[in-house]
T-cell receptor, first 115, second 112 residues
């Protein structure tokens, strides 16, 4: 089955710096890759996602890139702020015509942004 | 539009008991997925229901079961509870594409 590896497990950056989190997946049939942010004691929140027919997607300070050949995708956060501090999860799923309810998650990256 | 709701939010049970958790999806969403979150194993997929049918199942023992009702609300049941079942149980709902999943606040289950 699908396996998702996420690195690093912890990441500490200074406010204003960029942060990059990387994930690799094993099943080349995966075609949907969301990123979730989970603050302490709260639910995971979808922050950005990308489908396999797109190489890059950007939303303000957040961007995701996908390399299907290498089977990896990355989250980029620019101009980090203290409120970006959280655990970030990547995930992958195989969509049958764009529909699948089975997300395989990475182990998470704890991002700390120091003021 | 109201978000995904889960009840109860906290639950304490003893080994051997059973428990039922409830999830109400976002209005109009017909797919509900369940996940178990623990510090050691992270987020793991349990099962997905779509239009009252179980469409996918994760690698969990048969003690974990679920169902979905005609109004898309879903329940999951864990029988013969074990200490290792202590976890945050999250449900997520999604709409027609069933890709973008929105999580509820979770039910924190503690088994003593």
């Amino acid at each position: 089955g699908e396996n998702v590896e996420q690195h690093p497990s912890t990441l500490s950056v200074q406010e204003g710096d960029s942060a990059v989190i990387k994930c690799t997946y094993s099943d080349s049939a995966s075609n949907y890759f969301p990123w979730y942010k989970q603050e302490l004691g709260k639910r995971p929140q979808l922050i950005i996602d990308i489908r396999s027919n797109v190489g890059e997607k950007k939303d303000q300070r957040i961007a995701v890139t996908l390399n299907k050949t290498a089977k990896h995708f990355s989250l980029h956060i620019t101009e980090t702020q203290p409120e970006d501090s959280a655990v970030y999860f990547c995930a992958a799923s195989i969509g049958y015509g764009g529909s699948q309810g089975n997300l395989i998650f990475g182990k998470g990256t704890k991002l700390s942004v120091k003021p | 539009k109201a978000g995904v709701t889960q009840t109860p939010r906290y639950l304490i049970k003893t080994r051997g008991q059973q428990v039922t958790l409830s999830c109400s999806p976002i209005s109009g969403h017909r797919s509900v997925s369940w996940y178990q979150q623990t510090p050691g194993q992270g987020l793991q997929f349990l099962f997905e229901y779509f239009s009252e049918t179980q469409r996918n199942k994760g690698n969990f023992p048969g003690r974990f079961s679920g169902r979905q009702f005609s109004n898309s609300r879903s329940e999951m049941n864990v029988s013969t509870l074990e200490l290792g079942d202590s976890a945050l149980y999250l449900c997520a709902s999604s709409g027609l594409t069933r890709d973008e999943q929105y999580f509820g606040p979770g039910t924190r289950l503690t088994v003593t």
